[in-house]
């Protein structure tokens, strides 16, 4: 039985419908990233679960137990703000101890709990500290420990990972990770942040304008996006729009503007259909020689930047379509140079084929 399950839920704000007819079922001990930009629905979803917004429609359970009408701090549940909320009048010890002092836990039973998680987190030696004279890192720190001390099953967390620096952030992916499992806790993540969810999450939602596009493995998310969206959202895929033109047991054959041709490996659509074709930057092969093959432009670097140990391209092909690929440095034996002319290729297998979108391209990437 799933620790958490939400059937249908609708929550509108006026003519806005943040939240429509959600499901979504969390395993105990599950930690869920639910990953969308601003305006997604997010935030909603997550004060939905916590019991501090009332949903215009569907049911919400927890444990097998209805607790649309259970108030807050029965649901078994902290929702861990973005900005952490700490008590700025009390130090990192009183913040820490607070819920389990709440509860009516007896004195030794506060004291053994706060000094574990405090120890957990490596914060034992500024339990003395108030929030004001603790780095960004801490303070969000100090809010987890607040948040596995209360004995809760279920962390909520809003952003946590939002207000800190790039560095601690990659940091705390894998400390907030390995303490969720550690203590064997459920988290439900909300983020705008890909790369956070992916390095982060059991499983990921793709949310947008409120509605559920994709739920699935890190990996099912990047590699085998379900939709337009979701490609362009997770991996900043390269879309090619064009017709079915050919189509056998191995794949179909897609035409493209400029007379160009694509194979890919699926066979899900008919001979004459409107299609887009999605590759990820990093399926995409630039080589500086030129050679011939399926799925190989000719073409010439408008632009190189280096990120880390991967480098970034940006390919002109024929009249103007543009080409986007990212490889390790290690992985390229000559680096290709702004106005040099270079092939790029990609694997057929590595090619996502969906319909075309009614509302044209550029309507269904967009987010809000």
């Given at each position: 039985?799933?620790?958490?399950?939400?059937?249908?839920?609708?929550k509108?704000?006026?003519?806005?419908?943040?939240?429509?007819?959600?499901?979504?079922?969390?395993?105990?001990?599950?930690?869920l990233?639910?990953?969308?930009?601003?305006?997604?629905?997010?935030?909603?979803?997550?004060?939905?679960?916590?019991?501090?917004?009332?949903?215009?429609?569907?049911?919400?359970?927890?444990?097998?137990?209805?607790?649309?009408?259970?108030?807050?701090?029965?649901?078994?549940?902290?929702?861990?703000?973005?900005?952490?909320?700490?008590?700025?009048?009390?130090?990192?010890?009183?913040?820490?101890?607070?819920?389990?002092?709440?509860?009516?836990?007896?004195?030794?039973q506060?004291?053994?709990?706060?000094?574990?998680?405090?120890?957990?987190?490596?914060?034992?030696?500024?339990?003395?500290?108030?929030?004001?004279?603790?780095?960004?890192?801490?303070?969000?720190?100090?809010?987890?420990?607040?948040?596995?001390?209360?004995?809760?099953?279920?962390?909520?967390?809003?952003?946590?990972?939002?207000?800190l620096?790039?560095?601690?952030?990659?940091?705390?992916r894998?400390?907030?990770?390995?303490?969720?499992?550690?203590?064997?806790?459920?988290?439900?993540?909300?983020?705008h942040?890909?790369?956070?969810?992916?390095?982060?999450?059991?499983?990921?939602?793709?949310?947008?304008?409120?509605?559920?596009?994709?739920?699935?493995?890190?990996?099912?998310?990047?590699?085998?996006?379900?939709?337009?969206?979701?490609a362009?959202?997770?991996?900043?895929?390269?879309f090619?729009?064009?017709?079915?033109?050919?189509?056998?047991?191995?794949?179909?054959?897609?035409?493209?503007?400029?007379?160009?041709q694509?194979?890919?490996?699926?066979?899900?659509?008919?001979?004459?259909?409107?299609?887009?074709?999605?590759?990820?930057?990093?399926?995409?092969?630039?080589?500086?020689?030129?050679?011939?093959?399926?799925?190989?432009?000719?073409?010439?670097?408008?632009?190189?930047?280096?990120?880390?140990?991967?480098?970034?391209?940006?390919?002109?092909?024929?009249?103007?379509?543009?080409?986007?690929?990212?490889?390790?440095?290690?992985?390229?034996?000559?680096?290709?140079?702004?106005?040099?002319?270079?092939?790029?290729?990609?694997?057929?297998?590595?090619?996502?084929?969906?319909?075309?979108?009614?509302?044209?391209?550029?309507?269904?990437?967009?987010?809000?």
């Open positions: 039985m799933p620790l958490v399950k939400l059937v249908n839920i609708t509108k704000f006026g003519e806005i419908i943040a939240l429509d007819n959600i499901e979504l079922s969390i395993e105990d001990g599950e930690y990233c639910v990953l969308g930009q601003t305006g997604a629905g997010k935030t909603t979803l997550l004060r939905t679960i916590a019991g501090l917004i009332r949903p215009d429609g569907g049911e919400i359970f927890i444990e097998g137990e209805l607790v649309n009408d259970v108030p807050p701090e029965e649901r078994d549940a902290v929702y861990m703000f973005q900005h952490f909320a700490l008590f700025p009048h009390m130090n990192v010890w009183d913040n820490v101890s607070f819920g389990p002092s709440i509860k009516n836990w007896d004195n030794e506060v004291k053994t709990i706060s000094s574990e998680v405090l120890e957990m987190v490596r914060l034992s030696d500024r339990q003395d500290a108030f929030p004001s004279e603790l780095s960004g890192g801490m303070q969000q720190r100090v809010a987890l420990a607040r948040g596995i001390a209360s004995g809760a099953k279920i962390l909520l967390l809003d952003e946590p990972l939002g207000a620096d790039a560095r601690l952030r990659v940091d705390l894998r400390q907030l990770r390995r303490l969720v499992k550690d203590q064997k806790l459920t988290a439900v993540h909300v983020t942040d890909q790369e956070e969810a992916l390095m982060t999450a059991d499983r990921i939602m793709v949310l947008r304008k409120g509605k559920v596009e994709q739920v699935g493995l890190p990996s099912e998310i990047y590699s085998s996006p379900k939709s337009i969206f979701v362009s959202f997770v991996g900043n895929a390269n090619f729009e064009g017709n079915v033109i050919e189509m056998d047991n191995s794949g179909s054959t897609i035409w493209i503007r400029g007379d160009y694509i194979r890919v490996s699926q066979t899900d659509r008919k001979v004459g259909d409107k299609v887009v074709v999605a590759v990820k930057p990093t399926d995409v092969i630039i080589n500086p020689d030129s050679h011939k093959g399926k799925n190989v432009f000719s073409g010439m670097v408008d632009s190189s930047t280096f990120v880390g140990g991967s480098m970034k391209y940006k390919v002109i092909v024929g009249d103007g379509m543009v080409i986007f690929s990212e490889a390790l440095v290690s992985n390229i034996q000559e680096l290709p140079r702004p106005g040099q002319e270079v092939t790029v290729s990609f694997h057929p297998a590595r090619c996502c084929l969906f319909e075309y979108p009614e509302a044209g391209l550029l309507k269904e990437i967009e987010a809000i």
